[in-house]
């Protein structure tokens, strides 16, 4: 059974850091696209980050030169990154393939950029 389990968030001041962290299981990791997604009060969801099989990766506008998306084989795990945090960065995030293909989401970790 594939299982995403996302940890990490917490409340931030801007201009702060965190650091996510997605553990999976179920999935052959080092054979697929992987990337973390968000979903802001009152907004759909979108994804900021994703990280190839080989390892390339590419970011949203709005994240570029602020989070940086790595993950570890041995660990099979997905990590995100995050500097410079701005009150619009709040919401749940998520990981999950990319791209979706019906797998359940997590419960996502909650970040919280205030002052």
């Known amino acids: 059974q594939v299982q995403f389990v996302e940890s990490g968030g917490g409340l931030v001041q801007p201009g702060g850091s965190l650091r996510l962290s997605c553990a999976t299981s179920g999935i052959d990791f080092r054979r697929i696209d992987m990337a973390w997604y968000r979903q802001g009060p009152g907004k759909q969801r979108e994804r900021v980050a994703t990280i190839s099989s080989g390892g390339s990766t590419n970011y949203a506008d709005s994240v570029k030169g602020r989070f940086t998306i790595s993950k570890d084989y041995a660990k099979s795990t997905v990590y995100l990154q995050m500097n410079s945090l701005k009150p619009e960065d709040t919401a749940v995030y998520y990981c999950?393939?990319?791209?979706?293909?019906?797998?359940?989401w997590g419960q996502g970790t909650q970040v919280t950029v205030s002052p």
């Open positions: 999950n393939l990319d791209p979706l293909r019906g797998i359940p």
